[in-house]
């Protein structure tokens, strides 16, 4: 079992800052990536930015520039630092974690509860 607890969402006016946290905890052997996501009212959930342990960040183009994920492994926790804030980019974000556990050492994807982000023009 993997737990994902998030926090930092909130209520911020248009060009505000917020960052975002994700720690993972549970039966744990590897992290293979650590990623958010979001979904707007009446939209499908789409990728944020994504940092795998052993390849290439992504951003979704929407962000870039704007936002910067970064991870701290010894915490298993992932941040997204939100600059520049968009009130397009108001949606629930949810963080995504692909662990190898120690129970069975195959990957899981796993997601947390989400946090809620609106930005105000």
């Known amino acids: 079992q993997v737990q994902l607890v998030e926090s930092g969402g909130g209520l911020v006016q248009a060009g505000g800052s917020l960052r975002l946290s994700c720690a993972a905890s549970?039966?744990?052997?590897?992290?293979?990536?650590m990623g958010w996501y979001r979904q707007a009212p009446g939209k499908q959930r789409e990728l944020v930015a994504n940092?795998?342990?052993?390849?290439?960040?992504k951003y979704a183009d929407s962000v870039k520039g704007r936002f910067t994920i970064s991870r701290d492994n010894a915490k298993n926790t992932v941040y997204l630092q939100m600059n520049s804030l968009k009130p397009e980019d108001t949606a629930v974000y949810y963080c995504?974690?692909?662990?190898?556990?120690?129970?069975?050492?195959?990957?899981?994807?796993?997601w947390g509860q989400g946090t809620q982000v609106t930005v105000s023009s």
């Open positions: 549970g039966s744990i052997f590897r992290i293979n990536a």
């Open positions: 940092m795998p342990s052993d390849g290439i960040t």
């Open positions: 995504n974690a692909v662990v190898v556990t120690h129970t069975n050492y195959y990957e899981s994807d796993n």
